[in-house]
């Protein structure tokens, strides 16, 4: 009997590489995959845990899980599924479109500081929900005007990064410059305003989602979730985008309305977000920095591993404000975590500011 029969297959000859670990494909996928699946498992016991908690009166686990999967035993399915349930969803939709949109952003722009918030869609999309309150437009239009208000705030920040190839911190000038615009309207309107038109905006400029209905998630999912398909869909897209004009032309891209069409959806995602749960601010750009750590730059894995992110962040946010003994709202939570997070960038940024 030969030595190979005796001891079993002979081992693979040091000079020819494993052809496992040498198919990086293969091996991205697979990382990417783990990661999605560590996301959604976080994700699902953030979820629980928003369905539990309360500022005043907080829900048992157990009850929590019981009502919302029917069963037998101790219960409050008015708190868990009335009040908690739905601002949960509400969470998990925003979340997801402001991470997407922020990813798009940043792809398009080719600038790791560009974000919803950076470039002023948030302030946009704020100024054209208070004018709606303030001449008593329907509710039914808040994200129709939303849309449009956002997309003009992005409007003027694209047009300025164009402007002699804007570094990143001519980006965030432009971004702060037309947000200022933006809230200074705001400003006027709450001043000039009656006071109790605005009571509930004024808690919604906040990012909280206290109060929100199921109502809110009927008017809010038909529009977030084809919008967040369509953004997964073209997700190869920005990797060709980001290569620059000349090289996306000569792999077919059409880069006049390819670009604007997917700033258009990058808007979008984020005003009928914004219009549902208010200014949440830095979630489009932390979510997408955080997915490129874990996945790498590739958006076949890194759009799907952002709009898990930035659920996370916006269930643990809403949660987290929830479980303190007086109420915070989500939005100010992200502003803590984001605003130094926003710096971190800035100063690991390279002078070219591409992501």
Not at 31 to 51: C, K, Q
Not at 141 to 168: D, E, M, N, R
């Amino acid at each position: 009997m030969s030595a190979s029969t005796r001891h079993g297959p002979p081992a693979l000859d040091p000079g020819v590489p494993d052809p496992v670990a040498a198919d990086p494909v293969a091996a991205d996928r697979t990382r990417a995959a783990a990661t999605m699946l560590a996301l959604a498992a976080g994700l699902g016991v953030a979820a629980v845990w928003s369905l539990a908690a309360g500022a005043e009166t907080a829900t048992p686990l157990r009850a929590a899980w019981n009502s919302l999967f029917g069963l037998d035993g101790p219960r409050d399915d008015f708190g868990v599924l009335e009040l908690r349930l739905p601002r949960t969803l509400l969470a998990l939709l925003a979340g997801s479109a402001l991470a997407l949109s922020g990813a798009i952003i940043q792809a398009l722009l080719r600038n790791a500081l560009a974000s919803p918030k950076i470039i002023g869609v948030n302030s946009g999309a704020a100024l054209a929900v208070c004018l709606a309150v303030a001449f008593g437009l329907p509710a039914q239009l808040t994200p129709l005007l939303a849309i449009a208000g956002g997309l003009g705030a992005a409007t003027f920040v694209y047009l300025g990064t164009l402007w002699k190839q804007a570094s990143p911190a001519r980006l965030a000038l432009v971004g702060i410059a037309v947000g200022s615009v933006c809230d200074a309207g705001v400003d006027a309107l709450l001043v000039t305003a009656p006071d109790y038109r605005f009571s509930r905006p004024l808690i919604w400029m906040t990012g909280s989602l206290h109060g929100r209905t199921w109502s809110d998630v009927q008017a809010t999912a038909p529009l977030l979730i084809p919008l967040a398909i369509v953004a997964l869909a073209l997700s190869f897209r920005l990797d060709l985008l980001r290569l620059g004009d000349r090289h996306a032309l000569g792999l077919g891209v059409e880069v006049s309305w390819e670009r604007p069409l997917l700033l258009l959806l990058a808007t979008a995602l984020a005003s009928v977000a914004i219009a549902a749960v208010g200014t949440l601010g830095f979630v489009g750009l932390m979510a997408p920095h955080m997915a490129r750590q874990l996945v790498g730059g590739g958006h076949r894995a890194l759009m799907p591993v952002a709009m898990l992110t930035g659920m996370l962040l916006v269930v643990l946010a809403d949660a987290a404000g929830r479980a303190m003994p007086l109420e915070v709202s989500a939005g100010i939570l992200t502003a803590l975590f984001g605003a130094p997070f926003f710096i971190w960038i800035l100063l690991r940024t390279p002078a070219g500011g591409e992501s």
